[in-house]
């Protein structure tokens, strides 16, 4: 087990740095610089903005500097919103986005695993149609457009929730719904996949054999084998969630931290767009560490050997 630690963490600190060098080289790839928008900016004001901000120096030492604040945790300040630092951003609007994702994924799962195994378990009958139309649905309809709808139905015509803004639990209904559909969707179809495979296994029919009562089946033998494969996806979902949050942020006017990550992308903010990229990116790979080792113990088969 631990060669199995050590493998994923010395990946897990290969990956971050590939995000981070690429993300570098490739924003500086872009054409322009962040002061381009500044029409009223002079030649002269232009060339003490570059050099102020270290934009005039060759790409190489730009880079070598760039991963030295970022060994220290300094993301630096942006370049859009004066005398405001990429932590401080994060510090301030990440927890919005996280409580957005989070109160979405604690939706989504149970209630994605629980109609999965309805549909399943219901094979060929009414119920098992209506839940796969459902996540047909679910998974092709656009974030935007099911926002939208939400807005219209439940908040203008009849006026249960508020349209947007952020301002207390009643504000964080709909956008967190229009999160949880999505993915409600997606774990339906995925565990009625897997809950289908289980069911025709030699074990299950063993377990009948013994006299087993149905519920002990289920719970036992089908549900437990068939949710061992989704443990993988778990970090790309929590992730998927948040990321997909930014489109959601700005229907609903969150102050989130999708504002900050799209208008720094917009306006070539060189340390906003890639302190944000770095966070997301390690937050990423954070999770699918934690994840993997999770996996590792409950599916030894997986672990690494000699």
Request: charged share 15%; glycine share 8%; hydrophobic share 50%.
């Amino acid at each position: 087990m631990k060669q199995y630690i050590l493998k994923r963490l010395v990946i897990s600190i290969v990956t971050i740095w590939l995000i981070a060098t690429s993300s570098f080289f490739l924003l500086r790839a872009l054409p322009g610089n962040p002061f381009t928008t500044q029409q009223m900016m002079s030649p002269e004001m232009l060339s003490k903005m570059m050099s102020y901000y270290g934009l005039d120096r060759p790409l190489m030492e730009q880079y070598v500097t760039f991963m030295k604040n970022l060994l220290h945790g300094d993301f630096g300040y942006s370049l859009k919103y004066v005398g405001k630092s990429v932590n401080g951003v994060i510090a301030q609007t990440f927890p919005v986005s996280a409580q957005l994702g989070l109160q979405s994924y604690a939706i989504s799962f149970p209630v994605g695993i629980l109609f999965g195994i309805i549909a399943a378990r219901k094979r060929g009958k009414a119920i098992d149609y209506t839940l796969v139309g459902f996540s047909v649905l679910g998974v092709s309809i656009p974030v935007f457009i099911l926002a939208s709808l939400l807005q219209y139905v439940f908040a203008i015509r009849l006026g249960w929730f508020p349209v947007a803004q952020w301002k207390s639990f009643a504000y964080t209904i709909l956008p967190t719904l229009t999160l949880a559909i999505g993915s409600i969707a997606g774990k339906t179809r995925t565990m009625r996949t897997l809950m289908l495979e289980v069911i025709s296994e030699d074990y299950v029919k063993t377990a009948k054999a013994k006299g087993l009562s149905s519920f002990r089946i289920v719970l036992n033998h089908q549900i437990r084998n068939a949710i061992i494969p989704m443990i993988p996806s778990l970090g790309m979902e929590i992730v998927s969630i948040l990321m997909g949050s930014f489109v959601v942020e700005q229907i609903f006017a969150i102050p989130g931290i999708g504002a900050y990550f799209v208008s720094s992308v917009q306006s070539l903010d060189y340390t906003m767009t890639l302190g944000l990229t770095v966070f997301f990116g390690t937050f990423v790979v954070g999770a699918n560490f934690i994840i993997d080792l999770i996996y590792g113990l409950i599916d030894p088969r997986i672990r690494v050997t000699k």
